[in-house]
């Protein structure tokens, strides 16, 4: 019973330091920067990191409404925006990097 008591209160212990150290994540309403050709990202589907600390975006221009991408219409209502390639790559900072 003694030893049950121990790793209860090991657990307990440990349970609350884990939940002291939990990461907080905030939104960065800067991040991605602007990106170039007039394109626009629809829906985003994943978000992977590589070795190199690249930020990989898989998005779903297909999400994109007729006014959001009224620059690709034929013929164009206006100016912008254009859907963006479907994998896009950015370095930390938010910059494109290569649409792939």
């Known amino acids: ?13 440990a349970a609350h330091a884990l939940a002291q150290d939990a990461p907080r994540f905030r939104v960065d309403p800067a ?7 007039n394109w626009i990202m629809g ?5 992977a ?6 930020v990989w975006v898989i998005q779903r221009p297909r999400t994109l409404t007729d006014d959001e ?10 100016r912008c925006c254009v859907p963006a390639p479907p994998v896009l790559v950015f370095d930390q900072d938010g910059t494109l990097i290569k649409p792939s």
């Not at 019973?1 to 212990?13: D, S």
């Not at 829906?43 to 978000?47: D, I, R, Y």
């Open 1 to 13: 019973m003694r030893r049950l008591a121990a790793v209860l209160a090991v657990l307990v212990c």
């Open 43 to 47: 829906q985003a589907a994943g978000v």
């Open 31 to 37: 991040w991605p920067k602007p990106l170039p050709n």
């Open 49 to 54: 990191v590589d070795a190199e600390d690249h």
């Open 69 to 78: 991408k009224a620059a690709s219409l034929t013929p164009p209502r206006i």
